[in-house]
């Protein structure tokens, strides 16, 4: 056998599989922070329902293992990978689900957070990478997600809040599971937007009382149920 | 054909890109000492080369981990002391600061399941961050290291020659420096040349293993001389540090105070002992478990009753803990400073 065949034919597979791919089938989904449903900035000033005024300075967490959920419930079994969202970084705030069925969609499943497995599993790559700044070092384990600013409701250190929430052992395992059922005309174009509201994290937090979480714990679990309620898809 | 046709096209796909390359690894073989358990340590997620190990030997005497480039993992890890810090009871980190704990030994990490003396790193590869983290260590971030790194012509070429890549990242870096650390096994002392029959114990050093059998092995259980737990060793708490061990971690009341259970190997020239540094000498250590022990309600059920060993049991017993010096290990060229 030739070897230029040989090459002809690998260079005739590379461009299939590299056109068959800019195919869509898949999701893209954008995650879009908020306050109050108003898109949140950096910087900006706001006022919670415990009547905190509060800044932001960093927001970053951890999406993980997004899946669709089909009619029927039926969940799509693919293993994907994990991504970290960060609002200083545009890219960072859209990734993309294969849909590999003709099935309809009727609703997105992902972690907040990273589980147990891949937090006892050593040095990872990717968005796992520890020069992430999202892996605590005195104790092993991802951080799930961070939020720190600032708010004159704070007697601490230049008034700064800062919630560290992880923990991936038993009793403490902070990682929560989050299924969004949604309608069809969320969808548009193969787009579809999660928005992530904190307001509805602030407005059950005091700050004057609960301003600094950065160990897992009993503290952390309670910041990781309420977190839960600030996702959704209009 | 076609299909034998596809294959080949595949692997010349899959390959080929490598094969140009010309990427060759020296494998490593991880050598388990006679009477060894299996190491915890799994290596198929970082196979051993040469050129990983290496590198790891380079990052591990290499100042560039710290934020002022001023320390390396080698400042408070000295080999010809079984990689610890002799002379501090508590270690330094850059500009002078001091920690709160006496540094580790750095022995048979493959065989371990927790690191730091609260057993709060739950796996070798994620160690490092650490020590390169911590303000009163090394006081740098993951991120700026991997960055400096980049920056080297000389770290460049290693990571291509260990990994294959030029492009470092946060991984590539602790899985190198596991390859060097994961690496240190001591297991050629007297103690295990007379286990393996290539020499014999004196008549005191024997009297000694009997006393060390019957008063130390349930915690520090031979061949490796840790059962890799965590205990209260009835240590008066130092009020200045008020360190409540592994309860940090698990936040458990019934973790208050314990420490983790570190080797013996090499115990000659590992002093300063205990978490706090607070014994110089290995007399004073057995001088501690003889009479010294403080009663509280997470003391080790195995050190309820003091030892009350005689003058001449505590000194074949120090015989005996002299036998597990290992001095190829303590001045083995290959985990030296890299020339």
Known sequence: MHLKTLLLFGLLWTSLSVFSQTKSDSLLVHVQFQFDGANLKLNSTYISKQNDTLTFDKIKMYLSKPQLIYKNDLMDEKENPYHLIDIEKPKSQQFSINN????????????????????????????????????????????????????????????????????YSEPYYAMREMSIIFNEKSIKNNEITIQVDLAKLFSEIRLSETNAIMIPGKEAMKIADIAKNMFSVQ | ??????????????????????????????????????????????????????????????????????????????????????????????????????????????????FMWDGGVN????????PITSEVEMDETLENVVSKLQRSEKYQHLFQDAFGTKKITGQLTLKAISQFVVMLTTSNSKYDKVLRKEEQFTDMEQKGYAVFKRNCASCHQEPLFTNDGFENNGLSIDTTLNDVGRMRITQKETDRQKFK??????????????????????????????????????????????????????????????????????????????R
């Not at chain 1, 309809?104 to 957070?113: A, D, R, V």
């Not at chain 2, 009753?305 to 190829?328: C, G, N, V, Y």
């Open chain 1, 100 to 167: 590999t069925s003709k099935k309809k969609i009727t609703g997105l499943k992902f972690n907040i957070g990273v589980d147990s497995l891949a937090s006892v599993s050593g040095a990872m790559e990717g968005a796992l990478d520890a020069t992430n700044g999202m892996y605590w070092a005195w104790q092993s384990g991802f951080i799930n997600f961070k939020i720190e600013g600032k708010s004159s409701s704070c007697l601490t250190r230049k008034n700064k809040f800062q919630f560290h929430v992880g923990g």
């Open chain 2, 123 to 130: 796996h070798l590869d994620v160690q490092a961050i650490h």
């Open chain 2, 261 to 338: 259970v570190p080797t013996l190997r090499n115990v000659q020239f590992t002093f300063p002992y205990m978490h706090d540094g607070r014994f110089e000498t290995l007399n004073e250590v057995i001088k501690h478990y003889n009479s010294g022990i403080e009663k509280s309600a997470t003391l080790s059920p195995k050190l309820q009753q003091p030892m009350l060993l005689s003058d001449d049991e505590r000194t074949e017993l120090l015989a005996f803990l002299k036998t597990l010096t290992d001095k190829e290990f303590l001045f083995n060229p290959r985990f030296s400073f890299p």
């Open chain 2, 1 to 114: 054909m076609k299909k034998l046709l596809f294959i080949l096209t595949l692997s010349l796909l899959v390959f080929g890109g490598f094969s140009f390359k010309q990427i060759y690894f020296t494998p490593l073989y991880f050598e388990i000492p006679k009477g060894f358990p299996k190491p915890v340590y799994d290596f198929k997620n970082n196979p051993l080369t040469e050129e990983g190990f290496q590198l790891g030997r380079n990052l591990f005497y290499d100042p560039i981990l710290s934020r002022d480039n001023t320390i390396s993992c080698a400042s408070c890890h000295l080999q010809q002391t079984g990689f610890t810090h002799v002379d501090h009871d508590l270690s330094h980190g850059i500009e002078g600061r001091i920690g709160t704990r006496n540094s580790m030994t750095l022995m048979n990490l493959a065989w371990s399941k927790t």
